[in-house]
């Protein structure tokens, strides 16, 4: 059976870099799926240590400029990834789809690569990443039943995230989100430049579907998938 405990590479962003916005979208309701996804017991960011030190000196260079980083999911267990399997399976089940993915059919979701059966997060060095302005603006609380907005209508329509215009809400499954998709122009098209040139100079490379997605190029774990829970009991310190 896989350990229930991380190994000791492990460590939570909080302890590393305290001033990263940590926004653990999976913990609660306000994502694809429309309720918390298993293996998230705390809201919390753990990743390998080498990526954590990574996005403290990306967060200090961000500072110096007026923005922080807000991270959305960071390592993701294997038992979450099946969690968003068994979901995927479930075509009927579309409750969220207004705002995640409303031109995306369900079914092609794994398939446009959106999501993965074997994510990078689950090797502890891959994350879900934006830019927040300083000082940060007031988020309203996602409230379950209010009416969903589509994450690709303008800044002032979707869902309030306080993040950077990026062109899309975050886990928006679409291909405006593509990161180089030439719709997007402007402050977005700057916004997700700035994002991933200051990932890339601290080693991080993005996923081209998701302007969000960042993996570690040096990772210590490149080919294992780890289960044990999100939460400091997780840890060895
Ligand atoms: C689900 C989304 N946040 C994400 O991380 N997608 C990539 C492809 C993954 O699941 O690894
Ligand atoms: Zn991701």
Redesign the pocket.
């Known amino acids: 059976a896989a350990p229930v405990r991380a190994p000791a590479e492990f460590v939570a962003l909080r302890d590393v870099a305290p001033t990263i916005v940590q926004e653990i979208r999976y913990k609660g309701r306000h994502n ?1 799926v429309g309720e918390p996804i298993d293996g998230y017991r705390q809201p919390m960011c753990v990743l390998t240590r080498p990526a954590a030190e990574a996005l403290r000196t990306a967060q200090h260079t961000l500072l110096r400029q007026g923005y922080t980083l807000k991270v ?2 960071c390592y ?1 267990p294997q038992r979450a ?1 099946d969690h ?1 399997v068994r979901w995927a399976k479930d075509l009927a089940d579309e409750r969220m789809k207004t705002e995640f993915y409303p031109r995306v059919d369900k079914s092609r979701l794994f398939a446009d ?4 059966e074997k ?3 689950s090797r502890g060095s ?1 994350l ?1 990443v934006t830019l927040v302005k300083l000082p940060s603006k007031h988020q309203p609380p996602f409230r379950p039943g209010t009416p969903l907005v589509p994450c690709f209508a303008p800044a002032g329509e979707r869902f309030a995230d306080n993040m950077v215009d990026m062109g899309t809400g ?2 928006c499954f679409d291909t405006l989100s593509h990161t180089d998709d030439p719709r997007i122009t402007g402050e977005a098209r700057a916004n997700r430049d700035l994002l991933r040139g200051t990932l890339a100079a601290v080693g991080f490379r993005n ?1 081209p ?2 302007w ?2 960042y993996t570690l190029i040096d990772e210590p774990f490149p080919d294992t998938y780890f289960d044990f829970p999100v939460s400091r009991g997780s840890l060895c310190s």
């Open positions: 694809f959305y999911d993701r990834v968003f690569g959106y999501i993965a994510s990078g997060h891959t879900d975050f886990d996923l579907e998701e969000w997605h």
